[in-house]
């Protein structure tokens, strides 16, 4: 059975998706970036919007019924090279043990104030 799941996000009412779809033992997580959806501000630092892309992440998971350690897959925009490293200790910290496979791409995104854009499939894990 399909389950769509919503942060609450305006961009999702807005630009017609969903912050999760998840389909049997499938999870697939928007792009997202690290607005803090709470207050709607856009940290300064790719660091601390990585935190807040992850954590989104994490909740959209956890309302769809899936974890962090299902994640398989996860694909990385930053807009700048130089956040590529900034960003791998707080990649790392979130994903170290889990290890999905990865892209990492430096790209333009939608606005100016976004530095990071953050996308992951889970897969169910079995017992």
Not at 5 to 11: D, E, I, L
Not at 49 to 63: E, H, K, M, P, Y
Not at 106 to 122: D, F, S, Y
Request: proline share 4%.
């Amino acid at each position: 059975m399909r389950k769509l799941v919503s942060t609450g996000s305006p961009f999702e009412r807005t630009a017609g998706y969903s912050r999760a779809v998840a389909e049997g033992d499938w999870c697939f997580v928007a792009g997202t970036t690290g607005y803090d959806y709470a207050t709607m501000t856009m940290p300064d630092s790719v660091e601390e919007q990585a935190r807040n892309c992850l954590s989104t992440i994490a909740r959209a998971l956890g309302d769809a019924g899936f974890e962090m350690a299902d994640v398989v897959r996860a694909r990385y925009y930053v807009t700048e090279r130089e956040f590529v490293f900034r960003v791998y200790p707080v990649l790392g910290a979130h994903f170290g043990a889990i290890r999905p496979a990865a892209t990492m791409i430096v790209c333009g995104l939608a606005e100016p104030e976004m530095k990071i854009e953050i996308e992951v499939t889970a897969l169910r894990r079995r017992a």
